[in-house]
T-cell receptor
């Protein structure tokens, strides 16, 4: 079983829809949770960063972390065709300056927003 | 543009050969990370260097090695290449070295082994 599970999709929605992307994980030591967006053949770009449990909002994007359920989500409101990309969740268990910064990624969900 | 640069963008080579991928981190970043992205395995951590020293290691093959130079650029060396090594190789950088750091990714090097 992988440490981080993410439905690869593909997910297709109409423009303006609310999109929900999710990841589950098994390592209870994970403390830092990120969502990256990756356009085709490009490098991943950080969208959201959350420490521990709770919600974080940035414009049309909301990230949620539920550590008790080992479940994280990314919501995209008023989705746009320009949001079409692969969304990767990533997590890290290490803190401080003596353990390194290894990120564990989900498989990525391919999202297509149709005009 | 993340500020992380990688060369070359594309690389085509044959089985058994050796290649070197290069990464320059963002200005001021001391940590460099290497990741491999393939269709079946997804994005996987290979190795991390901080200010010239190896700090974390993932499932990096013995045929692969990396180093970080005094000017902080890093090189990933892949030898005795196999067909299965074909993948996108990304470099990322951050200021510090812990898991709380934000990692910025470069555009990647696409390696094709024939």
């Amino acid at each position: 079983q992988k440490e981080v599970e993410q439905d690869p999709g593909p997910l297709s929605v109409p423009e303006g829809a609310i999109v929900s992307l999710n990841c589950t994980y098994s390592n209870s030591a994970f403390q830092y949770f990120m969502w990256y967006r990756q356009y085709s053949r490009k490098g991943p770009e950080l969208l959201m960063y959350t420490y521990s449990s709770g919600n974080k909002e940035d414009g049309r994007f909301t990230a949620q972390v539920d550590k008790s359920s080992k479940y994280i989500s990314l919501f995209i409101r008023d989705s746009q065709p320009s949001d079409s990309a692969t969304y990767l969740c990533a997590m890290s268990a290490n803190r401080g300056n003596n353990q390194g910064g290894k990120l564990i990624f989900g498989q990525g969900t391919e999202l297509s927003v149709k005009p | 543009d993340s500020g992380v640069t990688q060369t070359p963008k594309h690389l085509i080579t044959a089985t058994g050969q050796r290649v070197t991928l290069r990464c320059s981190p963002r200005s001021g970043d001391l940590s460099v990370y290497w990741y491999q992205q393939s269709l079946d395995q997804g994005l996987q951590f290979l190795i991390q260097y901080y200010n010239g020293e190896e700090r974390a290691k993932g499932n990096i093959l013995e045929r692969f090695s990396a180093q970080q130079f005094p000017d902080l650029h890093s090189e990933l060396n892949l030898s005795s290449l196999e067909l299965g090594d074909s993948a996108l190789y990304f470099c990322a950088s951050s200021v510090g070295l812990g898991g709380q750091e934000t990692q910025y990714f470069g555009p990647g090097t696409r390696l094709l082994v024939l």
